[in-house]
C-alpha cells in the first residue's frame, strides 16, 4: 500500500446512528475523508458508499469516484434492483459474529417463549396459581442455512433441538437433516417451529404464504426473522383463523414501523417485536469494513461481496 493512500466515505445511514460509524472510522489510518448523508459537500473523492435503508435517490451521481459500495446490515433487499448501482460496482455486506450470536440468541429467546410456555406462566403468577406445565421437544426448521441459519442450526443442535435445514444448494451440518432445492416440501412437512431465515429477493419474495403453510405440520409455529416481503399477511391471518398455524412471532414486517392500526396488533397468537432480533454492532462491523478496505488499497480481493444476479 502507497504510504498516503486513503480512502473518503461516505455513510448514508437511513435511520441508525452514524455517529459510532463515524468514530470508528476516522480512528483508522485508512480513512480519510468521512462524509455522512445527506450532505452539500463536495463528494468526488468517495470511493467507498456504506449504507442502511434506503439508498437514496441520486446519491451515486454523486460519487464519480465510487469503487465499491456496502450494505451496513446483512441484507442487502434495499439495493437489488436498483438502477442507480452500476452493474461493475463491487457491493458487499455485513457478515459478522455479533449479527449471528445476536440472532441465534433472539430466536431461542422467541422458542423458550414458545416451548416453556411462558405466557401462561406469567398469567399463574398473576393469578397467584402454582402451575407446573410441561413441556415437549420441538422440532425446529431453519429456512435458509446461510451466515445466520447456519450458526442458528448448530447452536439448537447443541442446546438439545432436534433441528431440520433448508437452502437453495445442498448444505451438511453435523446434527441438522437438510434439504435443498426441490425438497421444500419434504422440508415443511417436519417441523413444529419453522424460522425464515433467507433473503429477500425476487424468489424468495412472499414465500410464507396459505399454500406454504398447508405444507407445514398442523399447528405448526413461525418464527419470521428475515424480512417481511417474505410473508403475505392476509395469508397469516387465515392460516392463524383456520387453526392451521398456532402461532407465530414477527420481527420483520412489509411496512416498517408496523402502522398502528394494521390487524396483527392486539392478536394474542402473533408476538411483534420492531425489527431488533439482530441490529449490525459497529464497533465489530467496522472490522470487517476497514479489511475491506486494506484490500482494496492492497490490490487483494474483496470479502463477503453479494452476487447480484443471485440476488443475495
Ligand atoms: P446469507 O448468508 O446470504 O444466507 C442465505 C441463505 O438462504 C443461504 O443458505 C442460501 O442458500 C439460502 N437461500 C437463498 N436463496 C434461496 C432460495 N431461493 N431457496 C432456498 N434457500 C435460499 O444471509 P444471512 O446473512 O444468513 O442473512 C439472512 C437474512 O436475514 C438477511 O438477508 C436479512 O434479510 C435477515 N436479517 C434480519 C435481521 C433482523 O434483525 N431481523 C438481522 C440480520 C439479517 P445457499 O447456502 O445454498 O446459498
Ligand atoms: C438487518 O435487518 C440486517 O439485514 O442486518
Same mark, same amino acid.
Not at 470508528?24 to 480513512?31: C, M, N, P, V, Y
Given at each position: ?21 463515524v468514530? !470508528? ?30 439508498l ?22 434495499h439495493?437489488?434492483g ?36 411462558y ?25 435458509g ?5 447456519s ?31 426441490k ?32 405444507k ?10 428475515a424480512? !417481511? ?56 462491523a ?27
Amino acid at each position: 500500500m502507497s504510504q498516503h493512500k486513503k480512502l473518503s466515505v461516505l455513510i448514508s445511514p437511513g435511520n441508525w446512528n452514524p455517529e459510532p460509524w463515524v468514530e !470508528g472510522l476516522s480512528a483508522s489510518e485508512l480513512i480519510d475523508e468521512i462524509h455522512v448523508w445527506p450532505t452539500e459537500a463536495n463528494l468526488e473523492k468517495v470511493e467507498l458508499l456504506l449504507v442502511w435503508k434506503p439508498l437514496p435517490e441520486g446519491v451515486v451521481s454523486r460519487l464519480p469516484n465510487l469503487k465499491f459500495l456496502s450494505s451496513m446490515g446483512a441484507g442487502v433487499d434495499h439495493l437489488l434492483g436498483d438502477s442507480q448501482i452500476p452493474k461493475d460496482l463491487p457491493v458487499m455486506r455485513i457478515v459478522d459474529k455479533y449479527l449471528a450470536i445476536d440472532m441465534t440468541n433472539y430466536v431461542m429467546m422467541s422458542l423458550m417463549i414458545y416451548q416453556r410456555r411462558y405466557h401462561q406462566l406469567i398469567e399463574n403468577q398473576k393469578n397467584n396459581v402454582w402451575g407446573r406445565l410441561g413441556y415437549s421437544k420441538v422440532k425446529v426448521g431453519v429456512l435458509g442455512l446461510g451466515a445466520l441459519g447456519s450458526h442458528l442450526a448448530r447452536q439448537l443442535v447443541k442446546s438439545g433441538f432436534e433441528v431440520y435445514g433448508f437452502s437453495r444448494n445442498p448444505k451438511e451440518l453435523e446434527g441438522v437433516e437438510s434439504y435443498s432445492g426441490k425438497d421444500l416440501n419434504a422440508f415443511l412437512a417436519k417441523p413444529e417451529v419453522l424460522v425464515n431465515l433467507l433473503p429477500l429477493n425476487d424468489y424468495t419474495k412472499d414465500i410464507l404464504n396459505y399454500d406454504f403453510f398447508t405444507k407445514m405440520q398442523p399447528r405448526a409455529y413461525l418464527i419470521n426473522v428475515a424480512r !417481511g416481503g417474505h410473508l403475505v399477511e392476509a395469508d397469516l391471518i387465515r392460516a392463524l383463523d383456520e387453526g392451521l398455524l398456532k402461532g407465530a412471532t414477527l420481527d420483520v414486517f412489509r411496512q416498517e414501523p408496523l402502522p398502528s392500526d394494521h390487524p396483527f396488533w392486539g392478536r394474542d397468537d402473533i408476538i411483534i417485536t420492531p425489527h431488533v432480533a439482530s441490529v449490525t454492532t459497529p464497533d465489530s462491523a467496522i472490522n470487517q469494513v476497514l479489511e475491506n478496505c486494506r484490500n482494496f488499497l492492497e490490490g487483494r480481493p474483496l470479502n463477503y461481496l453479494v452476487d447480484l444476479a443471485r440476488q443475495y
